[in-house]
């Protein structure tokens, strides 16, 4: 108070006391968007992160074969004959198809 | 008049079965002929996917195109190609009979010529033989099915 009393101006009553309140109020919300950023940072990176595990797993999933015939560029070759061949000639290369043998496809 | 009528319907059938039997033996010669471009690629690819030797291919070939012939001999049954959509209670019973009937008598005629392929290449190439056959059959099967044949 005797400090006070020093200075060349007068601050109204309570002053201090209020801007000591605003400042602590601005840095708790300083403090509550940093908090809040990095959440939000940590969420992006973690949905980025489920993505990439998702891509890599749906990418082995496809390219894992029994028999690896997806990389015989042969089996491209006849899928694409097949594509444009008479019917008649499709069903008999589906005759080795079990039927309601449990994982095929009905037609 | 009915004489004069019954000539021209007689002219008229001749005409039409006339006409009509070369684009059935075309349709057919082009069946057959893109039949044997899909057998040449498969038994490319068979030969690649098995490891077969030169000697192995040569002996090979003509067994697994007899064998082919006669797997597409005993699973002819028509009834089993009817759509899913197509069932009804009237043909459900003979859909699903020539069905099994075609998955028994594959299944037969595969057996029949395990010790035929035996006698030429080793029985894992011959299980791989099989497992190959029966991926080729399943996407032909898709084909089938979503593309209105």
Known sequence: MSEMKKMPYRLPEGAMEEMKIRSRAAVRRADAERTAHRQEHRWMVSLAAAAVCLLVAIVGFMRFDGDALSDSPYYDELMSMMDDAPAEVIYEMTADVVWYGGDTNQL | ?149
């Open chain 2, 1 to 149: 008049m009915k004489k004069m009528f019954l000539m021209i319907m007689a002219i008229a059938v001749s005409a039409f079965t006339l006409t009509a039997q070369p684009k059935q033996d075309a349709d057919k010669a082009a069946h057959k002929e893109k039949a044997e471009q899909l057998m040449v690629v498969r038994l490319q690819m068979l030969g690649e996917e098995l490891g077969l030797t030169a000697e192995q291919a040569a002996a090979f070939d003509p067994v697994y195109r007899e064998y082919r012939r006669a797997i597409g001999r005993v699973a002819d049954n028509k009834a089993a190609r009817i759509k899913k959509e197509n069932l009804t209670n009237e043909n459900a019973l003979k859909v699903v009979a020539a069905r099994l009937s075609n998955t028994i008598n594959t299944a037969s005629v595969k057996q029949k010529y395990l010790l035929t392929f035996a006698e030429i290449i080793e029985p894992l190439q011959i299980e791989k033989l099989y497992r190959v056959d029966d991926r080729i059959a399943r996407e032909a099967r898709k084909i089938a099915q979503y593309s209105n044949k």
